[in-house]
């Protein structure tokens, strides 16, 4: 989405707007103006009763006690031929808890309450039939009554600058807003229905899940990066429902997309929030999963197994070493030689699989090689190989995973 400034928007194309509250309002603006029809978002203040509110002052008046506080709120200006006032509430209840009264996730105080504000009694209708609808769905799944105020509009103030797109410029910083995980009942105009959770049966007990939104660009960047060669053992699945499989559970909020979790026998043991467009970080997160504490010290902190106790070194069959994290491809059966020093070792890697760096480490001048996808340390190279490269690529056992040809 192109951010362009609200009221320039609104002047020149025939667009609707709707201000709503939702806990941060960070997160707030982040996850609607992923919504597809959405043309600008801004944060801001509304509710209140004091004139002129800023950041402090709104803080302030929440720790005060009145319960007339503002509300930190996002107005989102979207096209109402693409996309639908029902179609942006629909997202705003799946995306917040609005059964938590004055708080959001771990956000306490009235100013962080979940409120509709309107400007038309067609905006109060479509606001209070949503509500009936998705109060339906969460009685169902155990939930108490939502505690979302419905109002007019009475004045929206825009917030401080560094507040506007603050998740966008800033990936990692927190907001406490995630859905219940209850899934809106159907979307009646203006789009197709709600997005389905995955299958439990269709995924593994050890399984990666990736949470993405659709107009998310570290989303699509993520996909690009990662998503679109993976070949890591370990099976991923990628979804924009909010919902979880039967019996599948989160530790926590989903803050931001893209959220990548770990799941063992439905139950979250880690995540990896947010993608920066550095592939080399999110493998090396996934491999304090996947590599035992002797791989790590030897891919993370660059040691090295004991001579002639690696248990590729004696392997003879064809296939390709590949890497244990990301599974990339690395050297292949038929570049490998008995070199005697106790690796496994070849003269030359598949084109493009490694990196190398000098290295001055014990007081003696080596070559280092580092796996081009994951930047796990590997091993050494050295200048004592056979034809037709010259090269020793003296590799450690212990970060590598042997595919045989079929």
């Known amino acids: 989405m192109t951010h362009t400034n609200v009221d320039q928007v609104s002047d020149l194309l025939p667009t609707e707007s709707i201000v709503v509250g939702m806990g941060c309002f960070w997160g707030a603006e982040k996850r609607l103006g992923e919504q597809p029809g959405v043309y600008s978002t ?9 004139p002129s509110p800023n950041y402090e002052s709104v803080l302030a008046e929440a720790h005060s006690g009145d319960i007339n506080t503002h509300i930190e709120v996002v107005k989102v200006v979207f096209d109402p031929k693409t996309t639908s006032l029902e179609r942006i509430l629909i997202a705003f209840w799946q995306n917040h808890d609005p059964t938590q009264g004055n708080r959001q996730g771990n956000d306490l ?10 400007t038309t009694d067609a905006q109060r209708e479509t606001a209070e039939k949503t509500k009936r609808i998705y109060q339906s769905a969460l009685n169902q799944a155990g939930y108490g009554p939502i505690t979302t105020q419905i109002a007019p509009l009475d004045q929206f103030y825009p917030a401080e600058t560094y507040h506007q797109h603050y998740l966008q410029k800033h990936p990692f910083g927190y907001c406490g807003t995630g859905g219940t995980g209850i899934a809106y009942p159907a979307i009646t105009t203006g789009a197709t229905t709600a997005v389905s959770p995955l299958d439990a049966l269709s995924l593994s007990d050890t ?16 996909e690009h ?9 370990i099976p991923i699945a990628s979804t924009s429902s909010l919902q979880m499989p039967t019996g599948w559970h989160l530790s926590g909020v989903l803050t931001v997309t893209p959220t990548i979790i770990l799941f063992k026998k439905g139950k979250e043991i880690g995540r990896y929030t947010g993608y920066t467009g550095n592939p080399q970080a999110f493998w090396a997160w996934l491999g304090q999963y996947i590599l035992d504490p002797d791989q790590q010290l030897i891919a993370f902190k660059a040691g090295t197994e004991r001579p ?20 990339a491809d690395l050297f292949r059966s038929d570049a490998k030689f008995e070199s005697h020093s106790g690796w496994p070792s070849f003269f030359s890697p598949v084109p ?28 050494h190279v050295f200048d004592d190989g056979p034809p037709p490269t010259g090269k020793r690529f003296c590799i450690n056992s212990a970060v590598l995973r042997f595919v045989p040809d079929q």
């Open 207 to 222: 399984q990666l899940v990736v949470f993405k939104s659709d107009n998310c660009q570290l989303c699509k960047q993520f």
């Open 109 to 118: 105080g009235a100013n962080y309450r979940s409120a509709i504000l309107y």
């Open 225 to 233: 990066d990662i998503l679109s060669q993976w070949r890591a053992s």
């Open 308 to 327: 002639y106790t690696g248990s590729l070194l004696e392997n003879h069959s064809a296939g390709t070493y590949v890497d244990p994290i990301s599974g």
């Open 42 to 50: 801004e944060v801001g203040y509304a509710g209140g009763d004091s």
């Open 352 to 379: 493009g699989a490694i990196t190398l760096h000098e290295d001055g480490s014990l007081g003696m001048h080596r070559v280092e090689v580092l796996s081009a996808s994951s930047g796990i340390h590997l091993g």
